[in-house]
């Protein structure tokens, strides 16, 4: 009687997924949350609230989260490619790899943009010289609001896509996915709080993954004669 063996990645790519995707999402929620409660939506506000030290740390520490947030993210996509294996498609996967790293790339342009701004006004008496201030400012909530939600829409729909055609995740989430996909390629910029949509839908998938997907499986080895 021979017990069969799971390999380490089989074991450990499901939970590896879904406790990286659950943290990025938390963290990369906050992030939207604290920028959003602290800066107008409009990409043309005047930086008032600059001179608001409670907005100025709430903008400070969504900025110290994105790194985090990123690797998290990083972590998830690899632990997710490593659970298709094979079953990968190379047109789908290419798409699902470049819209999470462009993505990424983009929020950390973004951040870093924000922090140069951040330290332009400092050192200006919390008021930056206003056409900087109007440029910076727009390219910010652009990289932000458009095209990083843009990219993040083309990355939801893409694993969603890959998840029906795997039956990595049941066809009601994979098919929620394609809709929340959708919306944030189309409405990208057009509705406050969007930008909240990706967090949710990656927070819920990877609940379900760590809950259904990566239970212990060591209750009932099959066994071979």
Known sequence: MAEAELTPSAVRSPRAAAIAGIVFA??????????????????TDAGTWLTSSTQRDSVVLA???????????LWS????RDQLGVREDKFFATLFLGSGLLFVGMLFVMAALTGALLIL???????PL?????FGRATAYNLMSIYATRMAGVFVLTTSTLALRTGLYP?????IGSAVGLLLLIAAGMIPLLELAF????LIVNIYGLI?????????APRAA
């Open 63 to 73: 900025l110290n989260l994105v790194p985090f947030a990123g690797i998290f993210f």
């Open 77 to 80: 996509i690899g632990a997710l």
């Open 171 to 175: 066809r009601w989430l994979a098919l």
């Open 199 to 202: 967090p949710i839908w990656v």
């Open 121 to 127: 006004a400092a050192e200006n008496q919390g008021r």
């Open 130 to 134: 206003q056409d900087v201030w109007i």
């Open 26 to 43: 938390v963290l990369y929620g906050a992030v939207i949350v604290l920028i959003l409660q602290a800066v107008p939506f409009s990409p």
């Open 212 to 220: 259904v997907k990566a239970a212990p499986r060591a209750k009932a």
